[in-house]
């Protein structure tokens, strides 16, 4: 492999689904502001809207995802105009 072509910042972080609150560990170079502690150890701590756990696809289960009231925001400047 080329040197110097990856990052050198991987370490251990925690992800978590913000729609059913499952946590993982992976290694990733992402920045993070917040922690959380798992089992004694604190890890950095990146929250997502979609994982694996909560995707239709993986799941199977159609599911409307509403962060931050985008469809209602969406309703309130279009209507439910149907032609």
Known sequence: MKQSTHPETYRLVAFKDMS???VFITRSCTPSKETINIEGVDY????VEISNTSHPFYTGKMKLVDTAGRVDKFYQRYGNKKK
Request: net charge neutral.
């Open 20 to 22: 059913n609150d499952t």
């Open 44 to 47: 950095p701590l990146i929250k």
